[in-house]
């Protein structure tokens, strides 16, 4: 076999793994596609049925030391989505929901008669993302005598589901889902299917599920 013939043949090799990758490459994004519409046909009909149902979320927010928030009723949802042109064709980039939990006119009412107390209940209401007002309270002489926090019995479960191409997962953003704050996970768009997405509804939903080992970052 001569140069040119081992050359050509070496070609041929090159073109063929080129071939393969790019079919993988058509395949994964096919599935991710697949995956994200199933994803958002699914919560689109599951936040339908929890309009009717109206039930309350058991999970224990808490902001330690200040307030805890539980057993709250639900409120309202929202769906939707974002999509981009690739090739042909328009594709999910980004699924984009809410929960809203409790009643935002029922207050839990906190009082400080000290200034540090009273920052330290600001700054963890602050951080959790709680919706408060405050009241100075002062004596005949303006003085401040205390603090008074009125805090909504009332939180938003933020979900945003993001497409991973290159990785072929979706990746999933929550907060105030677990625990007040934020968590992330990583789902292999293989593994979606009815039973993964049920165990994310119970997840919503404050109930026992093992959608928890797909999480990647600790809340923040």
């Known amino acids: 076999m001569g140069l040119l013939d081992d050359l050509k043949k070496q070609a041929e090799t090159v073109k ?3 071939i393969s990758q790019e079919a993988m490459r ?6 991710v596609e697949d995956k994200m519409k199933l994803s958002f046909q699914y919560l689109h009909e599951l936040f339908k049925q929890l309009a009717v149902l109206k039930p309350s979320n058991p999970v224990l927010f808490s902001v330690p030391g200040v307030v805890d928030l539980q057993n709250l009723s639900f409120g309202d949802t929202f769906i939707d989505s974002r999509k981009s042109r690739l090739g042909n064709t328009d594709v999910f980039d980004l699924i984009q929901c809410y929960l809203k939990w409790g009643v935002p006119e029922n207050k839990v009412v906190l009082e400080r008669d000290m200034p540090a107390p009273a920052q330290k209940v600001r700054d963890a209401l602050v951080a959790s993302g709680i919706k408060y007002a405050e009241e100075e309270i002062r004596n005949d002489r303006g003085s401040i005598t205390k603090w008074k926090f009125s805090v909504e019995s009332a939180l938003t479960t933020d979900i945003a589901i993001r497409v991973d191409r290159d990785n072929g997962r979706l990746l999933v953003r929550a907060r105030n889902l677990l625990r007040l704050g934020v ?3 990583a ?4 593994d979606v299917d009815e ?3 049920e165990e994310f509804a119970k997840t919503l939903l404050g109930h026992p ?6 999480r990647t970052i600790a809340a923040r």
């Open 187 to 190: 789902v292999p768009a293989a």
């Open 195 to 197: 039973q993964v997405l």
């Open 183 to 185: 968590d992330d996970f």
């Open 209 to 214: 599920s093992s959608f928890g080992k797909y």
């Open 16 to 18: 063929s793994q080129q």
């Open 26 to 31: 058509e395949d994964m994004l096919r599935l």
